[in-house]
């Protein structure tokens, strides 16, 4: 039976991002506006847009016709699996410099959409992930392998966590995901530990296990060791589960061992947080 009929169908891989309304970027689950953060004195105007979900060079790529602006200037920085847009006015002409700065608020709003979490400089991306869960009743368990329990301790970094998150397993040895998980044998033979079905029975393997009703599963090679041509080092699969619909990613990080895991963490929080608002957003308009 094809995939389209699968009971649990996946959520569509895609790249396209959700435009932001004109007024102000609304979140599909719980129906409410990010906060209008910014700050005006001395003549300028500050706004932040902190972005998940895209490298800093997309980001970029994205801005590269904004970022020639004089008035006002647009600025990008990056922390793993990060990036902070931050816009500054200034009023030179005696004008507001928040009224100045509307056209490239809205501008940028409709370029990013759902991909900006926050427009505050204090509100980090595990945060805005445990205020959606806890907005939506929602209680999350995780997966990890190459991760190794950082995705967890990110939302276990959170006051109020014990909320939303019910357990985790690091399932990092091929054995642990068949005996806590669930997964196959037959699929870890044919596909191997780092694919793109392993990561499908992991999360759903979660699932069963933990009774959650959102999961998260990563499965990669970190290195520095394990790389091959066609499974290199860098290379990560991320699946969620959000009420039984399944989604997994692909992605290829670039850094040390360190590095690819912390973006592998972040990337992983950044696509639950997507799963979520996609699964309320089809939920609301069906």
């Given amino acids: 039976m094809g995939k389209d009929k699968e009971k649990n169908a996946d959520l569509k891989a895609t790249k396209d991002k959700t435009d932001a309304p004109d007024t102000e970027?609304?979140?599909a689950a719980a129906g409410e506006e990010l906060?209008?953060?910014?700050?005006?004195?001395?003549?300028r105007f500050i706004k932040y847009f902190k972005i998940c979900g895209l490298s800093e060079k997309e980001v970029r790529n994205l801005v590269?016709?904004?970022?020639t602006s004089r008035n006002p200037v647009l600025s990008v920085d990056t922390v793993p699996g990060e990036v902070l847009i931050t816009l500054t006015a200034s009023?030179?002409?005696g004008n507001s410099a928040k009224k100045l700065s509307k056209p490239m608020v809205k501008e940028i709003k409709n370029r990013f959409g759902l991909n900006i979490y926050a427009t505050?400089?204090?509100t980090t991306l595990e945060q805005s992930v445990v205020e959606l869960l806890r907005t939506n009743s929602l209680v999350l368990a995780t997966c990890e392998s190459c991760t190794g329990g950082?995705?967890?301790?990110?939302?276990i970094d959170v006051p109020g966590a014990s909320d939303v998150f019910k357990e985790g397993f690091v399932t990092y040895s091929n054995k642990a995901k068949r005996t806590r998980l669930g997964v196959k044998k037959s699929t870890l033979v044919k596909y191997g530990a780092v694919s793109e079905q392993t990561a499908k029975e992991m999360v759903k393997g979660c699932a069963s296990a933990s009774k959650a009703n959102v999961t998260l599963s990563t499965t990669g090679i970190a290195g520095p060791d394990g790389g091959t041509e066609d499974k290199p080092v860098g290379l990560v699969y991320i699946g969620c589960s959000v009420c039984g619909k399944t989604r997994v990613s692909k992605y290829n990080f670039e850094g040390d061992r360190m590095?690819?895991?912390?973006k592998a963490t972040s990337a992983a929080l950044a696509l639950l947080r997507?799963?979520?608002l996609e699964y309320y957003s089809e939920k609301n308009f069906s």
Avoid: F, Q, Y
Wanted: glycine share 6%.
């Fill in 91 to 93: 009023d030179e002409d």
């Fill in 150 to 155: 950082m995705v967890a301790s990110k939302i």
């Fill in 120 to 122: 505050d400089r204090e």
């Fill in 35 to 43: 906060p209008e953060a910014g700050s005006e004195e001395d003549g």
């Fill in 259 to 262: 590095e690819i895991r912390i």
């Fill in 274 to 276: 997507t799963c979520i």
């Fill in 64 to 67: 590269k016709d904004l970022i």
């Fill in 25 to 27: 970027l609304k979140t």
